[in-house]
């Protein structure tokens, strides 16, 4: 039977492949660590998972809710942009809460894509940010990645040879899955360039709390003139650990902000109203629990890399997100990250994400996600260290937590 047609314009999900031999193995008794879905393992804050069991006492609260989010949230969330980046939001026009962010991003696809549209999207990156436009039958075109010298040429190059000109430009800044780190500085650059060229931007701020090297990341709104063009994203699933609460944002110019939320407006009637009660009081606290989770992050880093290293494979030392973005061992990495993942898991009970996932361009890495406590973290490690051995990968030099990503 012939598929449909926005089913036909997906590729085969390549985790899939590696999490069904995970499974497998499972079946069969093998103890795999799980270093591939981005899944955060830490328990939500208490005082967050109070507020929640306080507000759903309350039978009003089980009603429907708002699908723009309810007002005192939408208003943590200007406040937040105020006291973090010193950007001034009205909650009631240029905030709109999102079931986290990536049904964001797959919305505003939704709301602001006509077909043949063309989007310049970094590859790799997260998937979503390609594939909410190909659904919407957009057209991507992949820019570079790194935030460096050769980004806006990029761009330059991608606007000369599109047809019709871009419509908008994703970035992600810390990334996923590359851990690269933007500065205020180019984004600046990036404004100036979309504002020149009628682009919008459309900003993945999901990991501005998980960094490691004391400098915060910036927001794209923090330059001025960003508001005409921008729309940035955010999470509360790894900043406040609350996954499988679906809470996000979506945050900057009006026009676009509304068409978002005219379009969820149809779709949704926004978060469980305790969730959303919850999440307000978690962004209007003292920001205690961010800077747990920040540690338990840097901290499992740290190990990683070291005990990796010890074990064979140098893994250049992120410093962002919950992500490691690791080359493919050098008398390995002609397998390509589909089916060296899939030896992990056979021949190392390692589970990693295969680079491939996040688009062509990642091919020769991984990316190994921190969800996993320091001691399985040096299990993995061991048998990392069993596996390189057994394969002909002499260890590398370690390397140490102040070298380059």
Avoid at 5 to 28: D, G, I, M, T, W
Avoid at 111 to 126: K, R
Avoid at 156 to 169: D, G, T, Y
Avoid at 247 to 264: H, S, T, Y
């Amino acid at each position: 039977m012939e598929e449909f047609h926005k089913v036909r314009r997906l590729p085969p999900y390549v985790f899939e492949q590696v999490n069904r031999l995970k499974a497998s193995a499972r079946s069969r008794g093998a103890d795999i660590v799980d270093l591939g879905m981005g899944n955060p393992d830490l328990p939500t804050p208490q005082g967050i998972v109070d507020k929640l069991v306080e507000v759903v006492r309350d039978p009003r609260t089980h009603r429907y809710s708002a699908s723009r989010g309810i007002p005192g949230l939408r208003r943590a969330q200007a406040a937040y942009y105020g006291r973090r980046f010193g950007v001034k939001l009205d909650p009631e026009t240029q905030v709109v809460a999102t079931l986290g962010s990536k049904e964001g991003f797959a919305n505003m696809a939704q709301a602001i894509t006509a077909p043949g549209d063309v989007v310049l999207c970094p590859n790799p990156t997260y998937p979503i940010h390609a594939f909410g436009f190909i659904m919407s039958g957009g057209v991507i075109r992949s820019t570079a990645a790194e935030p460096d010298d050769r980004f806006i040429p990029s761009l330059e190059r991608a606007v000369r040879h599109s047809i019709p000109q871009p419509l908008a430009l994703i970035l992600n800044y810390p990334s996923n899955p590359t851990a690269y780190v933007a500065t205020l500085d180019f984004y600046r650059d990036v404004i100036a360039f979309a504002r020149k060229h009628d682009i919008i931007v459309l900003s993945d701020l999901a990991y501005a709390e998980i960094y490691f090297d004391g400098t915060p990341p910036p927001s794209v709104l923090q330059v001025p003139g960003a508001m005409d063009v921008a729309v940035e994203f955010t999470s509360m699933s790894k900043t406040f650990s609350m996954p499988g609460w679906r809470m996000g944002f979506a945050v900057g110019n009006e026009r676009l902000i509304a068409a978002l939320a005219r379009v969820k407006s149809y779709l949704d009637y926004g978060a469980f109203t305790p969730i959303q009660v919850a999440a307000a009081a978690a962004l209007n606290g003292d920001g205690h629990e961010i800077e747990e989770v920040r540690a338990v992050y840097r901290r499992r880093r740290d190990v990683m890399v070291e005990a990796f290293g010890r074990a064979g494979w140098a893994v250049p030392p992120p410093p962002a997100t919950m992500f490691a973005w690791a080359p493919i061992p050098e008398p390995l990495r002609g397998l390509g990250s589909l089916a060296f993942s899939k030896r992990l898991v056979e021949e190392a009970d390692l589970a990693v994400a295969p680079g491939i996932g996040f688009g062509e361009h990642g091919d020769d890495h991984v990316r190994i996600a921190l969800v996993e406590n320091e001691q399985r973290i040096r299990q993995a490690a061991r048998n990392l260290k069993r596996f390189l051995a057994s394969a002909g990968a002499p260890p590398d030099n370690v390397v140490s937590l102040g070298a380059r990503h």
